[in-house]
């Protein structure tokens, strides 16, 4: 258990509604990334907060989605006017500490957009 | 695009073999992981090597690193059934960029 939970662990949508994600991190992770993993491929990098700040986005992050990390705590992840496309597993990681360099996963929610 | 290519894409082994995989990606990196993935979880932190180390252990685990070679090798020593995974690599770019550039993994399957 990395201490990391991400709510839900399964969405179904209809193209063109609007999803929202949570992932809540332990305490001490004062980082904490979004990755996104289609099937058969590695996690591919959307985004990642230092403390309350996005400090970085990947251009896969289309003007559709959006992040926060309010207070510095749990994050949520919203994407607008979904797309079939968008179907995916959204994993979070949180780093331990300050300098470690290693991310700790949560389960991922996945999505399918139909 | 994915920093990280893993070799093979597929292995399947006898409980209490060795399973070894590779590594190799492109650019200079300041650290390089591995991680494992159960089918339609999330992913599990194995180890974390540094660009100046050469070769680290973890329990049945060990991991070479080649930085002139631009690539790595994780070998799990007298696999379990449950040992059956998929295996990525990750790296990190500098010292200032955290992100994770993932390969598409090895898929290793342990026949009891």
């Known amino acids: 258990d990395t201490g990391v939970s991400q709510n839900p662990r399964h969405k179904i949508t209809k193209r063109g509604q609007n999803v929202t994600f949570r992932c809540d991190p332990i305490?001490?992770?004062?980082?904490l990334y979004w990755y996104r993993q289609t099937l058969g491929q590695g996690p591919e990098f959307l985004t990642y907060?230092?403390?309350?700040?996005?400090?970085?986005k990947s251009r896969l992050l289309s003007d559709r989605f959006s992040a926060e990390r309010p207070k510095g705590s749990f994050s949520t992840l919203e994407i607008q006017r979904t797309e079939q496309g968008d179907s995916a597993m959204y994993l979070c990681?949180?780093?331990?500490?300050?300098?470690?360099?290693?991310?700790?996963f949560g389960p991922g929610t996945r999505l399918t957009v139909t | 695009s994915q920093q990280g290519e893993e070799d093979p894409q597929a292995l399947s082994i006898q409980e209490g073999e060795n399973a070894t995989m590779n590594c190799s990606y492109k650019?200079?990196?300041?650290?390089l992981q591995w991680y494992r993935q159960n089918s339609g979880r999330g992913l599990v932190h194995l180890i974390l090597?540094?660009?100046?180390?050469r070769e680290k252990h973890s329990g049945r685990l060990r991991v070479t690193l080649d930085t002139s070679k631009k690539s790595s090798s994780l070998l799990i020593t007298a696999s379990r059934a449950a040992d059956t995974a998929s295996y990525f690599c990750?790296?990190?770019?500098?010292?200032?960029?955290?992100?994770?550039?993932f390969g598409a993994g090895t898929t290793v399957t342990v026949r009891a």
């Open positions: 650019t200079s990196i300041n650290n």
């Open positions: 990750a790296t990190d770019a500098s010292f200032y960029d955290y992100k994770l550039s």
């Open positions: 090597i540094r660009s100046n180390e």
């Open positions: 907060f230092q403390n309350e700040a996005q400090l970085e």
């Open positions: 990681a949180g780093e331990p500490s300050e300098g470690s360099y290693e991310q700790y």
């Open positions: 305490s001490e992770h004062n980082r």
